[in-house]
């Protein structure tokens, strides 16, 4: 089939490379002419694993391409993906603006039947704006032209991005029109081919899945966050805590664990958006309210720790003159993406309270030298950056930190402190080690 995605980013060339890969010939559109032209050459902008050998092999075989010409890409393709950014506006509801500019973008261009795909995380009701923003274009040529609008939210996840789209677990496509349902089906039959994992709907409702899912996922990040600072306090054990209630199969055991907060590109936003949607139908949802609250301030709790371990009592620069290593910048392992990662408040709690902070991350140094130029030291060495450190604060949960050299750690580090933000080690043995360990909600334990 002859398909064409719009937007180059995450979700977009992944999209782009596994639709291909199943033997597509797939074209992707972007405004970015510098990104369109490093693609062409084969450089891919973003890390994330296995998308450049498949981008490249693709590219090769000729099923790939890239480029900045909408109109092109429209009038030789059947279906055109939208999956282009939609970030906050001001008042927390998703920014449409690129979404409804691609559909008048298809709008002004279509010669024939377009099946017109929402793959951008946008609220309930989006589908109907952009079934008039392409009706207005149509009306504006005087041209009665069919097409349909369909909502297949991204459900992938950033650092498992490719395996996500190849295997997936459901993929959402919301439509009343049969011809189309089945259309959907032969583009995703190739990546079901054990098991029919496609669910057909109502265009609002799935629409409303996708926020319902992150929502659902940020809550259980917040509650067991805020179950990990009670134990903190109760001297209960979080990791037994999770064994606990994990094994009740109505629970599970994933997303279960304490951290940092929350962030990347899409919970922060999904929830503050659902907020939105929630409060423009007058409707309050105080839930999802305090899970972005209790997130806000989880990205307080490693910071607050360094400053109480280390801190000068009654400063206003507590932590003038220490060194704090920090490993670990992405907002999750597995990927260099920096957006509303909790390592930016955290760092930038740090260097407020007059710390010199020190930074390793295995792929995002590019992107967290955007955030904070040369206010912070950067290595892509791990070990070099606790030489002479007053403390290590582990804020993301990358493999490479699993099982570090702990001797070399503890020669190097002027305390001996680890601030663990992701629980990676045993308290027990850290303290028997002479570590002061201090990882989250398991106070001794374990
Ligand atoms: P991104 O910011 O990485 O990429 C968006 C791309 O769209 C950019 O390259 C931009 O230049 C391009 N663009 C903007 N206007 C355009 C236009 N008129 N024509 C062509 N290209 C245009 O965004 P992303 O992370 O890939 O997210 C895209 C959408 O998918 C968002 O709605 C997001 O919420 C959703 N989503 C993201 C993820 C994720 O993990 N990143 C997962 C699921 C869903």
């Not at 017109?116 to 923003?133: E, F, I, L, N, W």
């Not at 395996?163 to 009343?176: H, L, S």
């Not at 930190?401 to 308290?427: E, H, M, Q």
């Amino acid at each position: 089939m002859k398909i064409c995605i719009f937007g180059a980013g995450y979700v977009g060339l992944v999209a782009a490379a596994c639709f291909a890969e199943s033997g597509n010939t797939v074209t992707a559109v972007d405004v970015d002419e510098t990104k369109i032209e490093a693609l062409k050459q084969g450089n891919i902008p973003i890390y994330e694993p296995g998308l450049k050998e498949m981008i490249l092999r693709n590219l090769a075989e000729g099923r790939l391409s890239f480029t900045t010409n909408a109109t092109e890409a429209i009038q030789s393709s059947l279906v055109s993906f939208i999956a282009v950014g939609t970030p906050p506006g001001e008042d927390g509801s998703a920014d449409l603006k690129y979404v409804l500019e691609v559909a008048s973008e298809i709008g002004r261009a279509m010669t024939g039947f377009k099946i017109v795909v929402d793959k951008s995380t946008v609220p309930v009701g989006t589908a109907d704006k952009v079934r008039a923003a392409i009706s207005e274009q149509l009306n504006i040529r005087g041209v009665d032209l069919e097409f349909d609008v369909v909502s297949n939210p991204e459900l992938l996840k950033e650092g498992a991005a490719i395996e996500d789209f190849m295997k997936p677990d459901r993929v959402v496509i919301g439509t009343d029109n049969v011809r189309t349902a089945e259309i959907m089906k032969e583009l995703y039959d190739p990546f079901m081919r054990k098991q029919n994992r496609m669910i057909v709907m109502d265009i609002r409702s799935a629409e409303m899945t996708k926020y319902a899912a992150n929502a659902m996922l940020a809550t259980r990040i917040s509650f067991m966050n805020q179950i990990a600072n009670l134990c903190d306090h109760m001297g209960a054990d979080v990791s037994a805590v999770r064994e606990g209630i994990g094994s009740d199969s109505r629970i599970g055991y994933d997303f279960l664990f304490p951290g940092p907060g929350y962030g990347g590109s899409c919970f922060p936003k999904d929830v503050k958006a659902l907020v939105r949607t929630a409060e423009e139908c007058n409707y309050d949802f105080l839930l999802l309210k305090a899970v972005e609250e209790v997130n806000e301030r989880q990205k307080e709790v490693l910071a607050d720790r360094l400053i109480r371990e280390l801190g000068a009592p009654n400063q206003a620069q507590p932590l003038a003159g220490r060194i704090i290593a920090c490993w670990g910048l992405s907002f999750k392992p597995r990927t260099d993406d920096m957006r509303e990662a909790p390592a930016i408040t955290i760092i930038e709690r740090l260097l407020a309270a007059g710390a010199t902070v020190r930074a390793h991350d295995p792929e995002a140094i590019k992107e967290a030298k955007k955030v904070f130029g040369d206010r912070i030291e950067f290595s892509h060495n791990q070990y070099e950056i606790l030489d002479n450190a007053d403390a290590l604060t582990i804020i993301t949960d990358w493999n490479e930190y699993r099982n570090p050299d702990f001797d070399r750690i503890k020669a190097s580090l002027k305390n001996a402190t680890i601030v663990d933000g992701r629980n990676l080690y045993k308290p027990k043995r850290m303290a028997a080690a002479g570590f002061r360990y201090l990882p989250l909600g398991r106070n001794g334990h374990g």
